[in-house]
């Protein structure tokens, strides 16, 4: 599978998954990864899309994609469009609970699996299947993404972690030894109560000063950064913030404040005018705001190359050459998913005789010309193409004012057809400069329409 390359500074993570396990029964011990006998290293090459790590796994013989998400205590696997070629063993009905306020979403346990990544293997892996299409990050990404692994890799060895090469080497940890390094931050990495997922220590920049902060390490979420407002140490949205859709959760989608804050201080690293989402308290019962206070996702992650070492407990920075670019956000207010394929009428223009002719005007050199065809408009070509979907719209933003819809099919970007258009192109052009214009043509209930605003900035 060819991953695209996507500019992750046009297309943060408002639109992805924020996959967080909040109930501990599911990790159960297993015997986990491990390198092949004699090897004490290996490499994995992975695609950086959306500020996420896309890692290639084979599960029981089947090649998958996988994301690669610190905020996971367990493996999740929940794309169905493998579910007839894929066999999983040991099956037996759960149900699971994360970020959202709708019911817990039926998932399926599996014991017992081969699950490879890179050399590494482990051959008695539990695997958590989710039934719910709706969980789903393929519709979001453009392309196949099957499921997300954390903990389970994670614990067993040292990753170094290159952002900027997409690279991550992986060693055991009895055998590795640390490197000085004058340009690198290192310090302790913490574990939440579950003992599976990572907490850093950051601070947060206001304008009464800097705040201390417990973010959960969440490679998973392709966000900056989410906070959680509390008072009593000092997070509160700021004045200049807007509603917006942040993401899907396990049991929903979850809803806040999107906003920029000045700054976050990571060591001796400080990164400025952040883009931070604050969730609706609703979306967050159950989270401890003494113990953690946000989580720091893959749009601050990806500035920096680091060593993960769980079972050292530490964590090492480096900035890389993503350290110093703008964060940007979504100007136009709709978000757009890839909704399958939709099949496409176009004319067929071919030469015939029996026909009238058409007259087509081309210009050449300064020269304008006109080439006479003979054309059999009466038969058609049917193919088909990706659709994507307007899946929100904000209110009261550019898109909205001039009536798009959620539920719109979209057909045309600015004169060129959306099946044309990678998901990312399409999107970044929603994160370019303010007062862009945009023209949309789509087809509600088999009508279609054409709409053209204008990108504006809401903080």
């Not at 990806?302 to 060593?307: A, H, L, P, T, V």
Request: glycine content about 8%; proline content about 4%; overall charge positive.
């Amino acid at each position: 599978m060819k991953i695209l390359y996507w500019d992750f500074y046009h297309f943060l993570k408002e639109k992805a998954l924020i996959l967080l396990l909040l109930i501990p029964f599911i990790a159960q011990a297993q015997d986990g990864f491990r390198l092949p006998e004699g090897e004490t290293s290996d490499k994995i090459k992975f695609e950086l899309a959306n500020n996420l790590i896309i890692i290639p796994v084979e599960l029981n013989g089947v090649q998958l994609y996988f994301i690669l998400d610190t905020g996971v205590g367990s493996t999740i696997l929940f794309s169905i469009d493998k579910r007839e070629s894929l066999e999983l063993k040991n099956a037996s009905k759960i149900y699971l609970r994360g970020l959202g306020n709708e019911a817990p979403a039926e998932a399926i346990k599996s014991t017992n699996n081969l699950l490879k990544i890179g050399n590494a293997y482990s051959d008695n892996h539990t695997i958590y299947m989710i039934f719910d299409e709706s969980i789903n990050f393929s519709p979001l990404m453009g392309f196949p993404v099957h499921g997300i692994i954390g903990y389970d890799f994670f614990k067993r060895f040292i990753l170094n972690i290159s952002y900027s090469k997409e690279i991550i080497k992986v060693y055991d940890p009895v055998s590795y030894r640390y490197k000085k390094c004058k340009k690198c931050y290192r310090t302790d990495l913490g574990l939440d109560s579950s003992g599976k997922r990572p907490m850093i220590k950051a601070k947060y920049k206001t304008d009464k000063g800097l705040v201390d902060v417990n973010l959960l390490l969440d490679s998973g979420s392709s966000s900056a950064l989410w906070l959680f407002e509390n008072p009593e140490i000092g997070l509160a949205v700021p004045e200049d913030s807007f509603d917006d859709f942040l993401g899907k959760g396990f049991n929903g989608d979850i809803y806040g404040k999107k906003t920029k804050v000045e700054g976050l201080n990571i060591g001796n690293f400080e990164i400025k005018q952040v883009t931070a989402s604050f969730p609706d308290s609703l979306y967050i019962q159950g989270i401890s705001l003494k113990k953690r206070q946000g989580s720091i996702g893959g749009g601050i992650l990806k500035r920096f190359d680091m060593i993960v070492d769980y079972p050292n407990k530490k964590i090492t920075y480096k900035k890389n050459k993503f350290f110093n670019k703008p964060f940007y956000y979504n100007m136009s207010g709709i978000t757009i998913q890839h909704n399958g394929v939709r099949i496409a009428k176009n004319y067929n223009i071919r030469r015939s005789p029996s026909r009238p002719s058409l007259d087509f005007v081309t210009k050449k050199n300064g020269k304008i010309s006109v080439n006479v065809f003979k054309a059999d408009v009466s038969s058609f070509v049917y193919s088909l193409e990706p659709e994507y979907k307007i899946t929100e719209v904000r209110p009261g933003s550019p898109a909205a004012v001039v009536g798009l819809m959620k539920g719109d099919s979209v057909l045309e970007v600015n004169g060129k057809k959306a099946s044309l258009y990678q998901l990312s192109d399409l999107n970044d052009l929603f994160y370019s400069e303010e007062g862009k214009r945009i023209s949309i043509k789509v087809e509600r209930l088999g009508i279609e329409m054409k709409f053209t605003f204008r990108l504006k900035k809401v903080i």
